[in-house]
Every structure is written in structure tokens, then in C-alpha cells.
């Protein structure tokens, strides 16, 4: 096992490889910024380097540095944690130059699942299907061709559209010359950008993933699924486990196809295969995540399982101890994320000073924060104060819980807002308590409040 | 001045960026071109790594060309020359400051002459001159496209005058392959200064320049401490100089060989762009025909004044639009060469139904912003001397010209008098009217007097149903003979300004049938017509020589006896316009 591993994050993350190192008898180097000199993470490791100024680019994304502070506090590991350098084959590499083992999958394995295009035709010979369309912009008689081979509904896409704009669903081939025309003619007058690509259109869809946990002697298994359809622009708001309403047997297919496309790979490492459910309760592959997410806490929770400590234990060399038949998976775990955000701006980040910061507690509560009261949350970094993680045995006595926990916490500062009253609403919503929500449906959510607003 | 970069190729290292001095990771460095992914900061390149870059495959054939450099005036500064040439050949491996090779870009087949300004600071002597001109006799031979890229701080001082000679002799050596019509590209990568500024670099068909890359005669320096001008900080970049007019385009170097491989394989007409090349050869048998009208009998006749509201409808496609949807692989050429880049003029080289041609139109747009951004689609001078330079190249490159016709008039604003507005509106006449290229125009919204005749000495004129062509707006026409602004109507009925009167005085052709509601109303309808009508003249000019093309133009123009003489047109131009 390691001796020394150095945490090259912050934030929340940051504390919660460092607990997983400290349970382990592993000593612990945090990397920080100027501005995090007094985070929690500093406070809690064995010893703290500091490697640059508040911007990302020339601290927890300067390579060189973190490097440089592994070399002089003698660390023979490096958790990456996830964002920042976390699913950087370079970083990868020149950490495997250095001699120091970096905590998640090698760097060409890493390197072959970053890039999109690579990872669909890896994960498409591995048997996984994949969300059809083309990666790129095709001209209009081979973005056809595509799209016959598809198969109708697709969705034509502007390269520089958004927001609803620019695109167009298109149901039968025959409308397909016109419609692509029509969208090239539209997107060069809106964006002065013509270039259009074709997609599988899915009407609504619910994004869920597996865990894998694989070592590197070929052995791989599956911790379940996490759904995690409750985003806002792809950024993902509330997770659990496991994903409810689904089919019989469809999350333990997909946790073959993902331990078989792990496997295909040659992945090492806890990693997450991300899908889409469409409605006909198809699956489709969309990316690998190389790193820990966000959202591993609701895994834990219903398998008992230390990711993190399993990281550690696998990136030392050893054995998975875990078998498939091992993992069975109990009760219910929601996580909301507290972001310091004001939802009535547009989830505008609301950085400064936390005066009050009372977290929930009680049975089956965790969570997971590196905030306190008189801390000022930065503006230099993404806005997540804590994680509240529940457990129960059932899903409608995880959301009482859920609603107890956010209930239960308080944040408040000189001009600080958080999420708790929209994830209150959320997991309150009669949609998310039938469990009939898809990945529209905080966008659904704004536009019922906006309507009689506007009047 | 340029500062390299050491770094180490084949074991994982690190570069420090000279530019945010962030240490890079080698290999991440080298793929992103030596370009930095911090900053963005450009970082010279040697000749080799290069065209390594600039190639298909990275595979490339040196050329076997012999030139030596001498000592010719047995030159000692610190050292003696002969000392200084081993000491570059030892370090950078080349035996000049230039490297010529054969090799394909995107399938194209090209000679290319690179620099490296390691090598002296690909300073221009003799050897260098005479390899740039063995390089160009190689193209000419082949009638292969020449690319060069420069790097260079000028002429090389310790071969005096010799090297200043060499200037005159790659110029001449550009001038055949001018003559023989071979596509030149010039490459300008930073710095290019001095006597290759004035030569070579900037005598090619075209010029595309890296970010960031500075290009002149004299360097900042030299200014600043002999005549004391302050300079701004972009002076001389390659953005500075796009806005003036000197570089045809800016593109980043991971995009260096596609943009090159979309401007050779039009220049030559090797071969379609990918993907959509032919896309509408549907209609091309009957091509034309159909949306095509003759007979000013079978237009509809619409009160003038609401055609005249309808050609200036906003809603209507502008050339850009239609380089969009008609048109495919638009690459826009800037500049005129001498003093700017006017917006109100844009052109460039496109396929049409799978040939290649050079399309060049007044720009108008949708929005208050981007009708100011194009100064209302009025041209200055230095559009129509933009538009001139790129009927030069479609001559050299034997590219039919397509022209489209949108504007309210030339631009009647005193900075556009002082720099010759009516010379420039003259110049293009009689250039239109000596081209030996097929020359078509299609006016798409308003064809203003001058400013409109400008880019439609063509062998062919046609126009959209809602089109109109006149020698003066309404306006200007009701506020001197009607004395009043709001005669305007009644102008445009005495004018005759509409597409059925226009065509029946035979100033146009054919009439293209816009679709209900307007070509704004359905762009895509209407961008189809347009591209059929084009389509379908141009294989109707397809079997005429050079000379009987221009023979038609000018015969086309002679028969205005009554109606509208070029003279007549001219006048009008110092007749205030609205």
C-alpha cells in the first residue's frame, strides 16, 4: 500500500479521499492555491503544499506543479479526485514517467475513452449499442444516408446552435433533403455558422449509469446503477440508487454491457459508464467517466462499499477481494447537491461569506462538505457546499428523509443563496415522487413557474 | 523577437511557454502544433516540422535542387560569413534558410518552399533566392501549384547587394506562373519583414497568414527610432493587416491544411469539396429552364414602387446567405491589396453544382448591427478593388465569375471620393468588359446605379421577380427632377425600374421566378432557383472560347444605344443619391 498520496483537488472531495486515506493508515499531502490556504482539506491532511494562485490554469490544473510538490513530499500516489486534472492522459503520463502512481485507469486507456469518438467505436465492438448519429458535420447526402440507416425520429442540429434553436426533429425520410437544407440555411442566417450534424432523436430519456470497479489483473465487476436525471444543462442535481422505474433486468444488463466494455478496454480503476434510457426502455452508451463522481456516495450507501478505498487498494496493485455475487445492493439512497447558487438568477454562483451552516444529521444521514461557518466560498470554483446523502429501505422513506435533511439545513451569509428550497421542490414534486421525471424535467419545472410570472 | 522553445521530442519533457511562461507538457505541446494551449501563443516552427504539418501523412519528397551560398564580398561583421553558414548548417541541419519539396495537401499535388528562421534568420541571399526561383520553375514546369512560407527577417546583409537582386528575381519567377495561370499561395508565419515582405510572400495569388504573425517592410523598430512614430501594439500583425487589406485570411494552424487543401483543389478544380460536392446535379439537364423567364409577357406587372420595397425587404437573402445554401465551400478572400477590407463586398471561391467558380458580392444583411457592420451593402473603393483582384485571379485561373448584385449604390461619402470612388467603379468596367472568363450576374434585392454596374459587365444579367435595377434611386430621382423626396412612387414608375421592364429593355437576360411571399419568405426555394438559373448559363457559355466570351460581353454592352449608355450611368455618379 501507499505510503504518502498526495490529493491533487479541493473542496469537499478533497477531505473525502483524505478520511478514506486517513482510515487506511496512508499519510496525506493536500495541494492548494492561495485562496484555499485555510480550506478543511488543508486543515485535516498531514501536510499541505501550496502550488499557485486562486486560477485553476496555474494551480489545481498546473500539471507541472502538482508534480514538482509529489517529488518534494516524497508522495508515491496521486488522487486526482474528479474535475481538474482528474481525466488528463497527459497528466497521466508524465505522472508514469515520474514514477508516481496516479489513482485511476492507465493513460492510454484513459487517453482512448477522453476521446468521444474513439470511446463509441471501442464500446460499439464491445457490444454496447450506442445513441446512433454522426460525431461530426456531414454534408447533406451522406447526413441522409445516416439518417435512413438510423431510422426516424432524428434531430438535425446546428454546431453552433443551442437553446432550442437551430435544430429540427425530422420524422419521415422523405422530409429529410428539405429539412436538412432548411436547418444549414437556418443556422448560417442565426449564427452565421451553416454546419449541422444528425442525431438519434430521443423524446424524453433518463440518464443512468453504472459503477464498475475493475484491478489490474482483469478482474471487473458492477456496483449497480445511479440515475441521475434530475440535471439543469447537463449538470447533474440530484442522484439515487437504484434508478426506479426500470424494467426487470434492464440495470443488471446494463451493468453487464458496462463490466464487458470495461473489460474491452482494459480499464483499471473505479470508473462510470453513463447511458440513456430512452422511453421503449432501450439503453445507450454515451461516455466513459474516468475518475470518482460526484455522485459515488448513493453507491456506497446501498452497497457498503468504500469506493475510494477501493481505488486506493487497486491503483497499489492488489486483487479485488469483491466478487459480483458479493454486491447486493440494499434500500434507497437519494444525494441533492447544496450548490451556493441563486436558482432566481439563473443559478448564478452567490460566492462570499457563510455565517450560519448548520448540516443535517440523524440515521442515515451522511454529508459530505468541507464548509463551515465563517468560511468564504471562493469564486474562483465550482459552487458545490455539500453533498446530503439518505438512506432508507424505500424510496418514499429516502424522499421524507431527503425532505427532513434539507429541511434540517441551514446556509445563510451576507449575500449567500443555495439550492436547498429548489432541490426542496424537486424531490417534493409529485413527478420526481412517482418517479416519472426525465432529464427535462427541471426544464419543465422553470417553465410552469415562468408562466404566470410573465403575466 | 521570436523566441524558441527547446524541446524534446521523443521522451516526455516540458516546454515553457515563452508567451505565459506555463510549463507545458511536451507531448501535449507538439500536438497542439507548438501553438500553447494556455495562452494560445504561436511558437516558430522549423522548416521540417513544418511541412511535416502542412502535408498529407506528413510525407513529403525533397526537391534536388543545387544552391549554394558563396561569399561573395568575402564578408567579415564578428565573425567571417563562411563561419556564420557552418554554424547554421551544424545547428539546424539544413543547408539554406529554405526547403523546398513535392508532396499532396489534401490530395492535391503541390511544390512548396519553406522557410526556417533558424537559419540566419531566413535572411534572403542568394542561395535562398535562387532555390524560392528553382522551386517556382519546378511549378511552372508541372503547372503545380506553388505554396511558400515565409519566415524572415529580410535580406541577408552579408551578400550586400546580391541578395537585394533577389527580390527581382522571385518576383520575375512569380510573374511566369502568373502568365501561365499556376495557383500561388503564400504562407505568412511571424515574422516576415523586409525584402521577403516585398517580394515572394506577398506576390501570390493568395495570402494567408498564423495569428499573431507580423509582416512589413519596415520593421517596428526602424520606425520607431528614425522617424519617432508611435505605433500600436497590433501593428503590423496579421490582424492589423487583414483590416487593411494585405492577407487574404487568418487561419489557425490546426487548420492550416484543410484551409490550404479547400483553396487548392478550387484553384485547380481538382476535385468537388467531400461530402457534398454534387449535391444538386438533380436538376441539371433541364437546369435553368424551368425557373428561367424570357419573355417580359409572362412576368406579372407590380406597381414599381412596391417592387422597389420589396428588393430592399430585409428579410431577403443576402450574398451570403445565398453562398450558404447556392453555393458550397464558400472560402472568402479578403482585401484589396492596397488599403482595405471593405465589408460591403465580400467574394471568394465556392463550387456551383460541382464546379468551381468565383463568386463576388454586395453584402447587405438582416439587422440594424449587421447592416451597419456592412455599411448598408454601399461599397467603398476599396471593395470594388477587392472585387477587381479577385476577377484577376479568376482570369489567371481560368474560374468562371459569378456576381451578385445587392446594394442601394456606391458608398457617397467624402473619404470614399478621396480615394477614388469613380476610378474604382471605372476600372472594374473596363476590366469586366476585357475578362476571358465566363462572367455572370445575378442581382438578388437592389441593383443601385454605378455602384450596382460595378460588379455587372457580365454576359449574362439576371434578376429575382422583385429585383430592381436603376441608374438613380426613386428618391434621388423624385428630389431633382420632382423637387420632392415624396415623388418617390412616381420616380420609380418613370424609372422602369422592375424586373419585367428590365427585362423587356433586354438590360437583363432572364427573370428568376421568386417563390411566393418573396425570396425571404423561403430562402431555400429561392437559393435553389438561383442556383439552377446559374447552373444552367453557365453551361449555356460552356462551348465559348476566351476571346468570344469577351467578344459577347462587349457586344452584349454595345447594343445600349437609347436606353442607358455606360456614359450616362457615369454621370449620374456625381448626382447626389438620396
Redesign the interface.
Known sequence: MFRTILIANRGEIALRVARACREMGIRTVAVHSTQDRDSAAVRYADEAVQIGPPPPRQSYLCAAAILEAARRTGADAIHPGYGFLSEDPDFAEACATEGIVLIGPPAPVMAKLGDKGSARAIMSAAGLPLLPGSLDPLGPEAAHRLADEIGYPVIIKAVAGGGGRGMQVVTRSDEFPDAHRRTRATAQMLFGDGRVYVEKYLRSARHVEIQVLCDAYGNAIHLGERDCSVQRRHQKLIEETPSPRMPDGLAERMGAAAVAGASAVGYVGAGTFEFLVDPDARYHFMEVNCRIQVEHPVTEAVTGVDLVQEQLRVAAGERLTLTQQDIRPRGVAIECRLNAEDPDAGFAPTPGLIEEFVVPAGPFVRVDTHAYPGYVVPPNYDSLLAKLIVWAPDRDRAIARMLRALDECRVSGPRMSTTRDFLRKVVDHPTFRAAEHTTALVDELFAAVRVPAAR | MTQTVDRIVD??G?VLCPGCT??V?G??WLRNLSVCP?CGRYTALTAVERLTQLVDDGRYERLDLVARSEDPLQFVDTVPYPARLAEARARTGLDEAVLCARATVEGVPVVLAVMDFRFLGGSLGSAVGELITLAAEVALAGRTPLVIVSASGGARMQEGVLSLMQMAKTAAALAQLDEAGVLTVSLITDPTFGGVAASFATLCDVILAEPGARLGFAGRRVIEQTIRQQLPAEFQTAEFLLDRGVVDRIVPRSRLRAELGRLLRAGTGADGP????R?SGDGRPEAGADVLVRDPGRLPEVDPWEQVRRARDLAR?TT??YL??AFVDFQELHGDRISGDCPSVVGGTAWLDGRPVLVIGQQKG?TAAELSQRNFGMPMPSGYRKAARLMRLAEKLRLPVVTLVDTPGAYPGADAEEQGQAVAIAENLRLMASLTVPVITMIIGEGGSGGALALAVANRVLAFTSAVYSVISPEGCAAILWKDPTAAPRAAAALRVGSRDLLRLGVVDGVVVEPDGGTGAD??TA?DALRRALAGILDELRDLTGPQLRADRRARFRQYGSALTVESELRTMSQPRR
Open positions: 521522451e516526455p516540458w506555463t510549463p507538457y507531448k501535449r494556455e467531400s461530402g457534398d460536392g449535391s437573402p451570403l446567405d450558404a445554401t438582416h430562402p431555400l437559393a
